[in-house]
């Protein structure tokens, strides 16, 4: 029963390179979100897929890009890292009808020097 | 504007007490839905409550209780009964509109709960 998984746990990269966050859910969701949390922010928005086929942005797009690879995958993509994109990084899904909350992944530590 | 505002950065409370930790929202919609997270110091989020703007009753999960007030656009969560596995952050989110839309959930600041033995 994997709910939602997201790799890597932690990462490190250096200004300007490029990664991959992966974000799978069995859970036959439509919708899946990425959100970033820093300490005294909560959690913020980046990019949400309301259903297979769509993306939009959040409150804080800039600097990533997301793919809705088919119902179960969604991936965030950061192109050039920036120190300001140190973060935690959660995955979530959602049924998308009713009184559904947000299933969670465990996050990806990253780290941007 | 905040959209969701939690206004005490910690809170602390008594073993076997009851506590009581603010949210108030911003939304002009009609249907919407509240909901609070919980996240202890290992870091993952767990989902513990949820209130939808058109619900009569406050909504109420073992010891978690939603104190809904539509008119001052609250969502209180008050947890009774406290534990010291109850000593985390908790966060206050919102879903805007109709689900059919394609909603987003915005989440407050969080607050951070310490259960004093």
């Known amino acids: 029963n994997a709910g939602v998984t997201q790799t890597p746990k932690f990462q490190v990269l250096k200004t300007g390179q490029s990664m991959t966050l992966q974000c799978a859910q069995d859970?036959?969701?439509?919708?899946m979100y990425w959100y970033r949390q820093d300490p005294g922010m909560g959690l913020r928005l980046i990019y949400y897929?309301?259903?297979?086929?769509?993306?939009d942005k959040g409150e804080v797009p800039n600097g990533y890009n997301v793919s809705r690879l088919n119902k179960r995958e969604f991936s965030l993509r950061l192109e050039s890292a920036a120190p300001s994109q140190t973060s935690v990084y959660f995955c979530?899904?959602?049924?998308?009808?009713?009184?559904?909350?947000?299933?969670f992944g465990n996050g990806t530590r990253l780290t941007v020097t | 504007a905040q959209k969701i505002t939690q206004t005490q950065p910690g809170m602390f409370v008594q073993e076997k007490e009851a506590v009581t930790l603010d949210c108030t929202y911003d939304?002009?919609?009609?249907?919407?839905?509240l909901f609070w997270y919980k996240q202890p110091s290992s870091g993952e989020m767990i989902f513990l409550i949820y209130q939808g703007s058109y619900d009569e009753q406050n909504a109420t999960e073992g010891r978690y209780s939603l104190n809904f007030q539509k008119a001052r656009k609250s969502a209180n969560l008050v947890i009774s009964a406290s534990q010291l596995g109850d000593s985390a952050m908790y966060f206050c989110?919102?879903?805007?509109?109709?689900?059919?839309?394609?909603?987003?959930?915005?989440f407050g600041e969080g607050t951070q709960l310490t259960v004093n033995p």
């Open positions: 859970m036959n969701h439509n919708s």
């Open positions: 989110a919102m879903r805007e509109g109709s689900e059919t839309s394609g909603s987003r959930l915005t």
């Open positions: 979530a899904s959602r049924v998308g009808q009713g009184v559904s909350p947000l299933h």
């Open positions: 897929s309301a259903s297979e086929g769509t993306t």
């Open positions: 939304t002009s919609d009609q249907s919407y839905g």
